[in-house]
C-alpha cells in the first residue's frame, strides 16, 4: 500500500512538473512574439526635412557621396530623461565603433543626432545603435555603396 501511495505521488509530481514546464514555455513564446512597443523612433536618410528634426527619405541603403543623417526621436512624455545616450556607428566588417556621439539627457531632449562623416568610409555593411546608460533602444543595419 505504501509503495502504490509513492507511485502516485510520483507520478502526480511529474504531470504537475510538465504542466509548469509547459505553462513556462507558453508564457516564452508569448513574451517574444509580443514584446513591449519600443517609444523611441530611429530613423537614416541623407536628407534633412525643413526645420532638420527628421529625414525625408528614411532607408537602410546610402551613397557614401553624401553626409548621412541618424536622428533618435524621443516620446513626448512616458521616458525618464535622466540618462547617457549613445548614437554610435560600428563596422561589420571590424567590428569597430566608427563614430558615436554621446548625450546626457536632460528636460529639454527631444532628439540625439548624429551626422556621419562617411565620405571616407569604405563600403559595406554598418550599424547604428542607440543605448541608453548602456541598455540597447534600436538599431539599424545599413550599407554603404560608392
Known amino acids: ?3 502504490k501511495k509513492n507511485q502516485t505521488l510520483v507520478v502526480a509530481g511529474g504531470i504537475v512538473a ?6 513556462l514555455v507558453v508564457f516564452l513564446v508569448y513574451a517574444r512574439s509580443a514584446p513591449a512597443e519600443n517609444p523611441f523612433r530611429l530613423q ?3 536628407t534633412l526635412n525643413e526645420d532638420g528634426t527628421g529625414v525625408t527619405d528614411n532607408g537602410t541603403s546610402f ?3 553624401k553626409p548621412i543623417h541618424v536622428i533618435a526621436s524621443y516620446p ?3 521616458v525618464k530623461l535622466d540618462h547617457t545616450a549613445i548614437l554610435s556607428v560600428i563596422s561589420e566588417s571590424s567590428g569597430q565603433v566608427i563614430q ?3 548625450v546626457d539627457e536632460d528636460a529639454s531632449t527631444k532628439q540625439v543626432r ?3 562623416d562617411n565620405a571616407k568610409w569604405e563600403p ?3 550599424e547604428v545603435t542607440f543605448a541608453r546608460s548602456g541598455t540597447m533602444v534600436g538599431t539599424i543595419n545599413f550599407s554603404l555603396h560608392e
Not at 510538465?18 to 505553462?23: F, G, H, N, S
Open 76 to 78: 513626448e512624455s512616458g
Open 63 to 65: 551613397s557614401r557621396s
Open 1 to 3: 500500500m505504501n509503495a
Open 100 to 102: 558615436k556621439t554621446e
Open 114 to 116: 548624429l551626422d556621419l
Open 44 to 46: 537614416m536618410g541623407q
Open 18 to 23: 510538465a504542466l509548469l514546464i509547459a505553462a
Open 124 to 126: 559595406g555593411i554598418y
